[in-house]
């Protein structure tokens, strides 16, 4: 694990002007990038001569390509493009560049052996746009033997993905191929094609441009401070949230600093899963060991387990799937349950209130409280069967009715039409819990409820954790009641989730200082 690999980053750099290429070269370099590629399509017409080509290389502070993609020409006409698409790869090849990038079309009708000859230590790389769904491995086999016969040293795939299970004959595809491959997804499902790149054999890793986001891209910055792919290799196991939306979860922050930590050769990596049965079912094999369940598949991801522990069983939802290494099978498990309840009685101790009808010591000082839910998906059913288990009274408000109802009778609770929340007025000793997605980023200045209404209770939860401090919970907070974040059951339910995809303990104090350092 401490072996580094020679992984390279690249970043793309599309600029009009010679002087905004030149500045975007030093700040690709501060943010970590290897190799810039200087997408010379992008440059407005004036600046597509010699000069231009000779003073970007001039004045380049770290290796480069020099490509230009017939396609992203903005200001010239076909046939100009194509004229000046050779212009500039010439002289680029002429001075030395480290690579030059043409896409098919051109390699296949110039004339390549002339290409070759004329360069002394530039490489050659080939790309391809495929835009054809799902490519088989078949079709990507073929794809990449045409474009090897050109003389290319590097073969360049662009693929526009809409699935993220569309990047799996890509990853098999890099395994086995024999010439450097460089296997670019775009779209908001290719992320992990970047991500688990080196893992499966890529040639270059792309990343963005800080202020630059491009879609399916990670941000350099990412890519050297939380996943350094420099750590991860053929032995790498993954693991990743399944969910949508995905790119607001601190998992990745937190799970990959973690594993180096411990010295566990493993990476977490945002999954944007649409068809959680088809993301399984695709990607079966043991590298994919791990997995965290996001919104909305918590109680999907049930039906994809070969077993499902008791407590995850009952509660009808999991946030936690491992890869049994023995023999491969998903073992579902529920960490969200124990993490929030326990969040919820810690505060209640802290605050040392001696609830209504709290027996004993022993008894939870849930025990004999109204518990008012709202939302009956995967982590309202956690929050639900836990609090029951716990002795509370349930009441639930969902925006369907009927999901509502069907989960006040599993916990002998009672649902009520949502529309009545904000007029509910629970007894003394009431706990609220919103284990709906209002409130989360980008919608940071909705709730469930008004400030109000919030006076009726005695201790307010969210498992919303981005934002930490969500608007619900500020509210509560302003009217003097007492508050527990998401955050805190996010850290939890992670500690637990850590233990099952590593076999080992979890590392708390670092865990938790690597969340709160984010907010
Ligand atoms: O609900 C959550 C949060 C989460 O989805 C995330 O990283 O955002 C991860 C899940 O394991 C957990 O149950």
Redo the contacts with the bound molecule.
């Keep these: 694990m401490d072996v580094k690999n020679d992984v390279v980053v690249c970043t793309p750099l599309e600029f009009e002007s010679l002087e905004e290429m030149v500045a975007s070269m030093e700040k690709a370099k501060a943010e970590g990038a290897d190799v810039v590629e200087l997408c010379m399509a992008s440059m407005a017409a004036p600046y597509l001569s010699h000069q231009v080509v000779d003073q970007l290389l001039e004045r380049k502070t770290l290796p480069a390509i020099v490509s230009f993609r017939l396609k992203s020409s903005r200001t010239l006409s076909k046939g100009g493009c194509y004229d000046t698409c050779l212009k500039v790869l010439k002289r680029a090849l002429e001075l030395d560049v480290e690579f030059v990038e043409m896409d098919y079309e051109v390699a296949c009708e110039v004339n390549m052996a002339e290409y070759l000859h004329n360069r002394s230590n530039t490489r050659i790389i080939v790309s391809n746009y495929v835009n054809d769904g799902r490519p088989s491995v078949e079709k990507l086999v073929d794809i990449i033997a045409c474009m090897q016969a050109t003389g290319a040293d590097v073969i360049k795939l662009d693929l526009c993905v809409d699935y993220i299970t569309d990047l799996a004959p890509i990853f098999t595809v890099l395994t086995h191929c024999q010439v450097p491959l460089i296997a670019m997804a775009v779209g908001n499902s290719g992320l992990i094609s970047q991500l688990l790149g080196p893992k499966f054999g890529g040639f270059l890793v792309y990343g963005s441009l800080g202020g630059k986001p491009v879609p399916g891209l990670p941000s350099l910055v990412s890519l050297r401070q939380v996943y350094k792919l420099e750590y991860t290799n053929v032995d790498t196991k993954v693991f990743g949230?399944v969910?949508n939306p995905v790119a607001?979860?601190?998992?990745p922050i937190l799970y990959n600093p973690t594993f180096r930590h411990m010295g566990y050769n493993g990476i977490y990596v945002p999954m944007l899963v649409d068809d959680i049965e088809e993301f399984f079912e695709t990607y079966s094999g043991s590298d994919f060991a791990g997995f965290?369940?996001?919104?909305p598949h918590k109680e999907a991801a049930i039906r994809c387990c070969d077993e499902v522990h008791p407590i995850a069983k009952s509660i009808g939802a999991v946030?936690?799937i491992v890869r049994r290494p023995m023999d491969g099978k998903l073992i579902g498990y529920n960490t969200?349950c124990e993490a929030a309840i326990s969040a919820i009685e810690d505060a209640l101790t802290d605050r040392k209130v001696s609830s209504k009808g709290v027996p004993n010591s022993t008894s939870s000082l849930i025990s004999g409280r109204t518990f008012v839910l709202i939302g009956a998906g995967g982590?309202g059913r956690a929050l639900a069967f836990g609090a029951k288990y716990k002795g509370a009274r349930i009441v639930i408000f969902n925006r369907d009715y009927k999901r509502a109802k069907a989960l006040a009778d599993e916990v002998s609770g009672e649902a009520l039409l949502y529309e009545a929340l904000e007029m509910f007025r629970p007894e003394t000793g009431a706990i609220l819990a919103n284990a709906s997605a209002i409130g989360m980023e980008p919608n940071s200045h909705q709730s469930p409820v008004s400030k109000e209404a919030l006076r009726a209770y005695d201790l307010v939860f969210d498992?919303v954790y981005t934002p930490r401090n969500t608007q619900l919970l500020k509210e509560a907070a302003e009217v003097g009641v007492t508050t527990v974040s998401g955050v805190e059951m996010?850290v939890r339910?992670?500690l637990g989730?850590f233990r099952l995809f590593t076999g080992g303990s979890a590392p708390e104090d670092l865990m938790r200082k690597l969340v709160m350092e984010q907010f």
């Excluded at 607001?248 to 998992?251: A, E, P, Y």
């Excluded at 965290?292 to 919104?295: E, F, P, T």
């Design positions: 949230l969910s607001h979860s601190k998992g965290s369940v996001g919104i946030n936690t969200d982590a498992v996010f339910q992670a989730q």
